[in-house]
């Protein structure tokens, strides 16, 4: 997948044609405004498929969580699993 650093400017005036190379041609662009990048432009979905081999990879490619976000995220799936009633199963 290629990216393109883009200024902001840019992306505006030619967002059609953007969002098109982005959904055909699996492109991605980081949008620039002044020194810094602001946005980023990407498929929603994979437009390849991963091999098992290079699952690994592609999950620590991923954005990570900051440590509030962490926290949050333990605690909400901590209060999902002990308020949730889990329906009983037929295959129990």
Partial sequence: MTTHII??????????????????Q???FEIKRGKEVV?????????????????RDFLFSLPALDK???????RD?????TTMKVPASKWD
Avoid at 8 to 18: D, G, I, P, Y
Avoid at 77 to 81: A, E, S, V
């Fill in 7 to 24: 200024r902001a400017t840019k992306a505006v005036r030619e967002f059609s044609n953007l969002l098109s190379k982005v959904y055909y």
């Fill in 68 to 74: 509030e976000d962490q926290t949050a995220f333990i």
């Fill in 77 to 81: 799936t901590h209060d999902i699993r």
């Fill in 39 to 55: 946005a980023k432009l990407s498929p929603a979905m994979p437009t390849q498929k991963i091999h098992l081999s290079e699952l």
């Fill in 26 to 28: 699996g492109e991605s």
